[in-house]
């Protein structure tokens, strides 16, 4: 085996490096947006789901793939949907309106789901609901601000299910995860950072009281970045994050927090973290690649900043990456990836 050097870090060149390195590149390469918003139908249903295995979903590779399709029924019978009316909403800096949205459509409804073999064929949770469905999208302002839609539970309901004790959450929008920690027996008390005090109020006036809850929520009107502090966040036990629109600004984000603190790990989480991650684990891989044949990868200019933390977070390792193996499961681990970002 021949030995290329990238400061300290060392990648071992074997038989089995080339032949992993060109599937992650194909993979890297795969379009899968294609198939969101295509219609769908129980006719259609297997024959679509075959399409999606051939292009890289895992969860269609098996004899029994589930249903591409979500009960609207089920949906409107979950708890927050259900039991909190957005209608009551009176603020003149919030408005609504109920929008019918159509049913047999895939959409994302869950955070990237990772490639099992760990080889950057990482896929989409596509479903579509099996009827047309009526959702009420809220404005702040004549924008547009939120919606109560089924991927709010695919998201939420994990982080809120983990939850325990002094719950502190950064970004309160409609308190989708805010109600559903309310309904776990191991939260005592939670405290909100929100720093639109507009969003505070409208929330305290009009759905607060739809609670009925006897969970003590405390709530503090500032900027989420400021609060990102060791001495506030160890007073808490579990510490939510959900202060972006979507992945595109989540990884921004949550770099500029872990940049001032990085908290322990088992009790903190980050809204859709995986889908904001998931160029990270594309730049890890090619940091890997370059680092073994000794070719330097140019990556989107966007992507720069992020490709240097790589770089000078893997310099600091006195390590031989002598399998395949390790190389996947460094790429896609979380932990690391958070130590990545908090470097400066």
Partial sequence: MVMLECTYMKVSRNEELPAFFKRCLANIQKDKNRFLGMRVSKAREKYIQKQLSRHGFAEFSFPEPPSLFLSADEWEKTPYHSHIDLT??????????????????????????????????DWMKLRAMDRDFEAIYLYQDDADWMMDAPSEAFTNNPCAEKAHDRVLTLGLGIGYFLYMCTLNPKVKEITVVERSQDVIDMFVKDILPQFHTSVPIHFICTDAFAYWQKENLQAFDYIYADIWQSSDDGLACITKLLEQYNPPFENTDFWIEDSCNEIMWTLSFYHFYETALNRKMDPADPYLPYM???????EKEDHIYASVQEIKTRIYDTRTIRSILSMK
């Fill in 88 to 121: 009551h909403i009176s603020s003149h800096h919030f408005s609504f309106e109920k929008e019918w949205v159509k049913g047999n459509e895939l959409f994302n409804a869950d955070a990237i789901q990772k490639d099992p073999q760990r080889e950057l064929n």
């Fill in 308 to 314: 240097e933390k790589i770089r000078h977070y893997y």
